[in-house]
């Protein structure tokens, strides 16, 4: 059974940090693409970044390009997001997802709620 567990997440200021962290079973981790994705409160589903099986290749949405960093542990069978800067905007429940194919992401993690507020 696939299980994608994430934590890490919390209440930060504004152009505050946090570190997100997805563990991995169920799979062979290193075979597959995996994506962060976000749902704010009222909104759809919004993608935020990949990494190639391998760990070469990354990502980004626009909206946090130059802010998060996506990186992976094949090793550990972990799944990281480092978000820096973080705004308002960025308030959502982050989910780690097998992108099975472009645009598709299921299986996802429960999530982790991430708010940022002053």
């Known amino acids: 059974e696939v299980q994608l567990v994430e934590s890490g997440g919390g209440l930060v200021e504004p152009g505050g940090s946090l570190r997100l962290s997805c563990v991995a079973s169920?799979?062979?981790?290193?075979?597959?693409?995996m994506s962060w994705v976000r749902q704010a409160p009222g909104k759809g589903l919004e993608w935020v970044s990949r990494?190639?099986?391998?760990?070469?290749?990354?990502w980004y949405a626009d909206s946090v390009k130059g802010r998060f960093t996506i990186s992976s542990d094949n090793a550990k069978s972990t799944l990281y997001l480092d978000m820096n800067d973080l705004e308002i905007e960025d308030t959502a429940s982050y989910h780690c997802a097998i992108e099975t194919k472009p645009g598709f992401f299921a299986p996802r993690g429960q999530g982790t709620q991430v708010t940022v507020s002053s």
């Open positions: 990494i190639s099986p391998d760990g070469a290749r990354t």
């Open positions: 169920g799979f062979i981790f290193g075979t597959v693409v």
